[in-house]
């Protein structure tokens, strides 16, 4: 009876997200939205909270989060991940400040502590890069001379996190100056021993993985993609993270061959990913921090267009592309959850939950909707130029 259950439960979850996202398609806006308000139905204080089957769908959640970073990390390369990250190393620190300052200010202002500021830090600092990507591909920007300068950014945001998770999990426990000093070089020993085997040995592990029946390519690609995130996060490191490099350890036609079979997978589990976080907030305790969510986003969609915009002007990219480069990183998505995931689960404060939450909502589907309305504008004064 009890798998009966969990089997109608997981069904009329996974029908119901199939249904958002055909009205998400025809609409032309990202689904995430409508799958945090999915998961928010199906939570606690929701219409019709779930009884047997939340387990599973936390371990999915887990899954749909190191599958999303492994396929951002196949868009990239070892090599072109270090030489962009010199090229728009300045863009990456302004990026870094002004979009990190908003949430850990708000955080200080409202009396939630140092360690709720830290989180909200990274609440409010990375852009979505699954959304960006998407908005880039639908829009047909991917082309453009602002694009590389956008997905440089992105990538010094994913290297930032490697960086922060460590860090942030080390406050969220509560450890000594000292330990999370020791937390934090293993993290960057860890991120650099993987980068520098993926520089000198990439073509090793494509050897080891490549082969020419997919069914056998996909195992080899997720369980290297699941062990390294195991290991990474036994060394406090992000597992996110470690599924991250493996991406990037992997080029060529064979990071388009694994992304191919890995996109059905992963878009299943990161919509699993978005509801569990959904069913973690009561709807309830959403709309006393609406208002501040929607200033907060606010200010973040400022930021983010000045970023864009100063990168894109030191790269030499005339106005209209420094406008796409801004608002290609106005969506939140994907870390921004996980970091609130990790500050909820360790109680950091009971409104950040549902700060957070708002606060994607806003930006995920504010984001991919203003660059289609600020298109036309776009193509008309360039016309007019």
Not at 27 to 44: D, E, K, M, N
Not at 157 to 185: C, W
Not at 315 to 324: D, T
Request: hydrophobic residues 60%.
């Amino acid at each position: 009876m009890h798998t009966a259950i969990l089997f109608v439960e997981l069904g009329g979850v996974i029908l119901a997200l199939g249904v958002l996202g055909a009205f998400a398609l025809r609409v032309g806006i990202s689904p995430i939205p409508l799958y945090l308000i999915a998961g928010l139905a199906f939570g606690t204080g929701g219409i019709l909270p779930l009884a047997t089957s939340e387990d599973f769908i936390s371990v999915g959640a887990e899954l749909g989060v190191i599958l999303l970073l492994l396929t951002l990390g196949l868009e990239y390369n070892a090599d072109e991940l270090v030489t962009s990250l010199r090229g728009n190393f300045r863009g990456g620190l302004v990026d870094l400040v002004l979009n990190a300052a908003p949430g850990a200010v708000a955080a200080l202002l409202l009396g939630w502590g140092p360690v709720a500021a830290i989180a909200m830090a990274g609440v409010t600092y990375a852009t979505s890069s699954g959304i960006t990507a998407k908005v880039l591909s639908d829009l047909g920007w991917i082309g453009n001379r602002e694009t590389p300068v956008v997905l440089s950014l992105l990538v010094f945001e994913d290297l930032t996190m490697a960086v922060y998770l460590p860090i942030l999990t080390a406050v969220l426990a509560g450890v000594s100056f000292f330990g999370g000093a020791v937390t934090v070089a293993i993290a960057l020993a860890t991120v650099s021993v993987v980068l520098l085997v993926a520089l000198r040995y990439g073509r090793v592990i494509e050897a080891f993985v490549s082969s020419p029946n997919s069914e056998v390519l996909l195992l080899k690609v997720v369980g290297l993609a699941l062990l390294v995130a195991g290991l990474a996060q036994k060394l406090q490191v992000s597992a996110a993270v470690g599924a991250f490099l493996v991406g990037i350890a992997l080029s060529g036609e064979l990071a388009e061959d694994a992304r191919a079979l890995l996109s059905p997978i992963r878009d299943l589990f990161a919509a699993v990913f978005f509801v569990f976080f959904g069913l973690q907030t009561d709807p309830a305790a959403i709309w006393p921090v609406a208002g501040l969510a929607a200033l907060l986003a606010l200010v973040s969609m400022i930021t983010k267009l000045a970023t864009g915009a100063y990168a894109a002007r030191r790269a030499g990219i005339a106005r209209e592309g420094r406008v796409r480069a801004g608002i290609a990183l106005i969506p939140r998505g994907e870390f921004n959850i996980v970091i609130a995931g990790l500050a909820v689960a360790a109680g950091a404060h009971p409104d950040l939950g549902p700060l957070a939450a708002a606060y994607v909502l806003i930006l995920a589907a504010f984001g991919p909707l203003a660059a289609r309305l600020v298109q036309p504008l776009i193509a008309a004064v360039a016309r007019r130029a």
